[in-house]
């Protein structure tokens, strides 16, 4: 248990810190108590643990679960109470839910759909296209849902007054370079070719109880990204892409294979390879490099090496390697470090 305990306190200092206070307090909490961390210990293997126990919970309340916690769940009541007082209630609350929370921890899994990603991968699309010329045939490996994959239909702005993307999409959404330059950003989204996506348990947005789940992901006080993820699916529903249910390493080289020629190729995905073994990533890699034996490839990744956002990419079979920089995990702003006037004429 001292390990799980370890977990917790490292997501309320690491990740909680002045974004979730409800979060944050719960989680030291959670630590400090035998009951609830053998509660939690019956997740899968691999799993981010305080994510699924606290998803769980909110999944339960979002569902209409009555209790007294609901009232300092700011998802679920207009003025949210501060959450110094909520740890009785939240135990009790897995107290009298304790089956249905343990059946939950361990059949779902943690996949958040943070759409506002894409406000990053906008810029990197458009670097990649402005050096090919070409239209991109897209791979995301652990796609989730595919809200990510429909990066091309939604609108950007980053403090200039301008937007890019698609200016009439119901999501538009925000972002800030932290660091770095502008990039050089088209004022419509680059053309594509075509886009899979492939994931271990694909999320099914017209299923109603999976979408719940998707949401009760999204942390109680992040009402933006709640209302992000609602846009999102909105979109989703009216143009769906192909989603795999598969593994997406095993499966690259024949995914690759159906992209056409005429196309760039772009294997893209965001905090997905933290839960990969680090033979799995050395296996993605060679594949990828594999890959670009045969044509233009770009890979678009973090947490292989260190959580940066990084580009690896082939042209004419000259492989090449370039540091986005850093980027907040929910998309609200990134580093930018690629020169924007290195692109192929």
């Given at each position: 248990m001292k390990h799980l305990a370890g977990n917790f306190i490292d997501f309320s200092e690491l990740e909680c810190k002045g974004s979730s206070p409800l979060y944050e307090q719960l989680a030291l909490k959670v630590?400090?108590?035998?009951?609830?961390?053998?509660?939690?210990?019956?997740?899968?293997?691999?799993?981010?643990?305080?994510?699924?126990?606290?998803?769980a919970v909110h999944y339960l309340l979002l569902s209409g679960e009555q209790h007294e916690l609901?009232?300092?769940?700011?998802?679920?009541?207009e003025k949210a109470e501060a959450p110094d007082k909520v740890f009785p209630h939240f135990l009790n609350f897995c107290r009298t839910h304790r089956r249905l929370i343990m059946e939950l921890i361990g059949k779902k899994l943690?996949?958040?759909?943070?759409?506002?990603?894409c406000a990053y991968l906008y810029p990197v699309f458009c670097y990649i296209h402005k050096k090919t010329k070409n239209p991109l045939s897209l791979i995301e490996?652990?796609?989730?849902?595919?809200?990510?994959?429909?990066?091309?239909?939604?609108?950007?702005?980053?403090?200039?007054?301008?937007?890019y993307g698609n200016k009439s999409s119901v999501l538009q959404l925000s972002s800030q370079v932290r660091q770095g330059s502008m990039p050089g950003l088209l004022s419509a989204a680059p053309p594509v070719a075509s886009?899979?996506?492939?994931?271990?348990?694909?999320?099914?947005?017209?299923?109603?109880?999976?979408?719940?789940?998707?949401?009760?992901l999204i942390w109680p006080e992040h009402k933006e990204r709640r209302e992000n993820f609602e846009k999102a699916v909105s979109q989703f529903r009216e143009n769906p892409p192909s989603l795999v249910e598969g593994d997406?390493?095993?499966?690259?080289?024949?995914?690759?294979?159906?992209?056409?020629?005429?196309?760039?190729?772009?294997?893209?995905?965001?905090?997905?390879?933290?839960?990969?073994?680090?033979?799995?990533k050395e296996?993605?890699?060679?594949?990828?490099t594999a890959?670009?034996?045969?044509?233009?490839?770009?890979?678009?990744?973090?947490?292989?090496?260190?959580?940066?956002?990084?580009?690896?990419?082939?042209?004419?079979?000259?492989?090449?390697?370039?540091?986005?920089?850093?980027?907040d995990g929910h998309g609200r702003w990134f580093d930018w470090h690629l020169n924007n006037t290195s692109c192929l004429a």
């Open positions: 630590a400090d108590n035998e009951e609830l961390l053998e509660l939690s210990s019956h997740a899968r293997e691999g799993q981010p643990i305080p994510n699924l126990l606290f998803g609901r009232k300092y769940y700011p998802s679920l009541t943690v996949q958040t759909n943070e759409v506002r990603r490996i652990g796609t989730s849902a595919g809200l990510q994959l429909l990066w091309d239909q939604y609108g950007y702005t980053y403090g200039d007054n301008l937007i886009r899979t996506g492939v994931d271990l348990h694909v999320s099914d947005l017209t299923d109603g109880e999976e979408t719940l789940w998707l949401k009760a997406g390493v095993l499966l690259l080289e024949e995914l690759a294979a159906n992209a056409t020629s005429a196309s760039t190729l772009c294997i893209f995905h965001t905090h997905v390879a933290n839960q990969m073994s680090r033979e799995v296996e993605l890699l060679q594949k990828v890959i670009g034996r045969e044509r233009d490839v770009f890979h678009i990744y973090n947490n292989i090496e260190d959580r940066k956002l990084h580009l690896d990419y082939f042209i004419n079979g000259k492989s090449f390697a370039e540091t986005v920089g850093e980027t």
